[in-house]
């Protein structure tokens, strides 16, 4: 099989591009430039300041919030004691015992128990979309469709809290900074929530959509036990990511039918715009970020040549059904995820990422005529008609109408909650609508204060995942090609992770991308992944510093 592959057209087309661009970048501009500043980069005092930044240890175990769930977790092992002294965990055991007893032989329950029930929620997390559109679009069971994601939620905090009480849990101590920073939005978010709230039921809404899923970092890097346990929310995710990216070019290759609305009318080129499952290109579009820096890091990491032409593959299926979605805000997340991704892992991608859109301008007119459209009157109009321009201007008009410290309100203007509940009157001057920029959404309803600390809470985290990717894995082998250095080294995995959640805080600035509870639990679980790669994870080598 393998000898069938690598004497394929494709096989052989892919190898020789690799090549070709192996063998012209030492004497590109960029090739010679990036040789430079490596070499001078080596003993210089900037590479001793990025080492002291990066080497600062995570103390928050021993901090007041760490020392207080050291004895929650004590609290936990003695009830535990009593627990397993009790009728109900007999009976708990005598059920699981028949369980086992009933399904034993069956070929089906093998494979499904080759897994725990730990491991098979990680799984169900990885799919979060899937499960929420056949739950909420597809079986449509209405009190089930309202509470099965707080439920998922409960269910994964509630077996977090058994197996510590029970003393099964190898996931103690794995307090972050970034607990912190987010515990500190939370604290905020309630205390203005109490403040300006004329509608308590809307403001508790517009609360709950803002911080709820934030718990999945919580909740995540203690569901992660092993590296397996981590390898398995990866390739789910990257795997989901793939298959929702072909059912997006099949859409484009039927052209589904789109709304009018979804292009204007000087766009006409624009045959169709892909969505799979999600319903919103540029969600879509979003969730292509997201993942395909995963797909991108597998590259890297594998060592064999049709492992690495495999996840190229998969990367190009998701890059053009990126483009397929014709979302100006997930291509500008994906340039800044490829440029951070290149930077870390190889700095050749920015000469093909030049390449590659210098390409795409010139021989897909439809891409080009979205993208310069950008800079015509006729945008600017209607941008200032009912497009972000003038949403953005509403918003900031109603912030200084209000008091801008505090805000208009949670779940007041700019997001789902608003767009549901509607508490203004709409007139010809006024009318609700989504933000289309997910900081400006923020201010609005929480205030130059709430935007003040959630910013701080991504500066929080962007600083301490730099300091994981520094520590997860090994160094990079010096002097080995980029294609060969990192093989085998979870440093990749954390730079496909960086890069992909930084891409999407880019692409929030053009939409309200964490309305949707899928990509803030994915963004904030990637962002827990993260975190176990860099302080949790099994203990490797010695780092080389890169």
Not at 321 to 349: E, H, K, N, P, Q
Request: net charge positive; with cysteine; proline share 3%.
């Amino acid at each position: 099989m393998t000898g069938i592959i690598q004497n394929s057209l494709v096989f052989r087309g892919l190898k020789a591009f690799v090549l070709t661009l192996y063998n012209a970048w030492p004497h590109s501009v960029l090739g010679r430039m990036s040789a430079f500043l490596k070499e001078n980069y080596e003993g210089s005092y900037t590479k001793k300041i990025w080492i002291r930044f990066c080497d600062v240890e995570n103390r928050a175990a021993y901090s007041l919030y760490g020392k207080s769930l050291g004895k929650l977790h004590k609290l936990l092992l003695s009830l535990g004691r009593v627990l397993q002294q009790s009728l109900f965990y007999g009976l708990l055991v005598f059920v699981r015992d028949v369980y086992f007893r009933v399904t034993k032989g069956s070929l089906l329950f093998e494979q499904i128990h080759r897994l725990s029930l730990r491991q098979w929620l990680l799984v169900a997390f990885a799919f979060y979309l899937p499960l929420e559109y056949i739950i909420r679009d597809k079986v449509s069971i209405g009190f089930v469709a309202s509470v099965w994601e707080e439920l998922f939620i409960i269910a994964a905090a509630f077996l977090i809290l058994w197996r510590m009480a029970l003393g099964q849990s190898k996931a103690i101590g794995r307090e972050t900074p970034v607990d912190g920073y987010i515990l500190l939005f939370m604290a905020v978010g309630f205390l203005l929530m109490s403040l300006v709230a004329p509608y308590p039921a809307v403001a508790f809404a517009g609360y709950r959509a803002v911080v709820t899923y934030m718990v999945w970092f919580f909740l995540v890097i203690r569901l992660l036990e092993s590296d397996k346990d981590f390898k398995l929310v990866f390739f789910g995710l990257l795997g989901m990511g793939a298959l929702l990216s072909l059912h997006g070019i099949y859409q484009y290759i039927v052209a589904v039918p789109i709304p009018a609305s979804w292009v204007s009318q000087t766009e006409m080129g624009v045959r169709t715009r892909v969505f799979s499952i999600t319903g919103s290109p540029n969600i879509f579009g979003s969730l292509i970020v997201l993942t395909a820096p995963l797909a991108a890091s597998m590259i890297y990491y594998c060592k064999r040549i049709w492992a690495k032409l495999f996840f190229l593959g998969i990367t190009g299926i998701m890059c053009l059904c990126l483009l397929f979605t014709f979302s100006r805000g997930a291509w500008v997340g994906m340039v800044v995820a490829v440029i951070l991704f290149a930077l870390y892992m190889d700095r050749r991608l920015l000469g093909v990422l030049g390449g590659a859109v210098a390409a795409v301008l010139v021989f897909v007119p439809s891409i080009t005529s979205r993208l310069t459209y950008l800079f015509t009157s006729d945008y600017a109009e209607a941008s200032a008609v009912g497009g972000r321009a003038l949403r953005w201007a509403v918003g900031r008009q109603l912030l200084m109408e209000n008091n801008p410290w505090l805000g208009f309100g949670l779940g007041r203007f700019g997001g789902a909650v608003a767009m549901n509940n509607k508490l203004l009157d709409e007139t010809e001057e006024f009318s609700y609508f989504y933000m289309d920029n997910y900081y400006l959404k923020t201010m609005v309803e929480m205030g130059y204060i709430g935007i003040i600390f959630f910013l701080l809470l991504l500066a929080g985290l962007l600083i301490w995942s730099l300091r994981a990717i520094y520590r997860s894995g090994t160094g990079f082998i010096p002097g080995k090609d980029p294609l060969l250095r990192a093989v085998g080294n979870d440093k990749a995995m954390a730079v496909g992770i960086f890069s992909g959640l930084c891409g999407v805080l880019v692409h929030c600035y053009f939409e309200n991308i964490f309305e949707e509870p899928y990509m803030m639990a994915y963004f904030w679980g990637l962002a827990a992944m993260l975190m176990y790669l860099g302080f949790f994870s099994k203990p490797k080598t010695d780092q080389i510093p890169n």
